[in-house]
């Protein structure tokens, strides 16, 4: 009788702890493995740059005609194209040219890497409703293997 309990004991033990050993190694292998695709997509995905801040003077604002700003910004990942865009308060698309790229003009412009600090820019306020008290959204697209990443939008106005 004492070994037929002793048996159970063992086996209920040993069933015990196939099962943790199993619980471990699935996690160890699905955690590895997601690690494994985040690698790989760090490789192939653009990472989203940031805006680090907009500097609009209420004098380089004329209603009607063009408004002065500069920016600075940061890039990341490598191997990445960046272009900027500028929207009105009522999410449509300005015509902005920036001094920082190689092809300016609507619908956006990109951006030298190189040139992170003090980029000068101007959008077009002829023919839109656009007041220079009103908000406006600077962001940047990431453009790597025909994928687009869209920084967080920076909010900004050419008020006092």
């Given at each position: 009788m004492k070994n037929k309990k002793q048996i159970m004991v063992y086996g209920l033990f040993g069933l015990l702890l196939g099962l943790i050993l199993g619980?471990?190694?699935?996690?160890?292998?699905?955690?590895?493995?997601?690690?494994?695709?985040?690698?790989?997509?760090?490789?192939?995905?653009p990472l989203p740059a940031d805006i680090i801040n907009v500097n609009a003077q209420y004098q380089d604002c004329v209603a009607g005609d063009k408004a002065y700003f500069t920016f600075d910004w940061m890039p990341k990942g490598e191997d990445q194209r960046y272009k900027v865009y500028l929207k009105d308060v009522s999410a449509n698309l300005m015509e902005l040219k920036v001094t920082s790229s190689d092809n300016v003009g609507f619908p956006g412009a990109y951006l030298d890497p190189k040139m992170t600090k003090g980029v000068k820019g101007y959008v077009i306020l002829e023919g839109y409703d656009n007041k220079c008290g009103d908000s406006y959204y600077l962001y940047i697209d990431s453009i790597k293997n025909n994928q687009i990443v869209t920084s967080k939008s920076y909010k900004f106005t050419w008020a006092n």
């Open positions: 619980v471990v190694l699935t996690t160890t292998l699905n955690t590895t493995g997601d690690a494994i695709k985040i690698t790989a997509q760090g490789n192939s995905a």
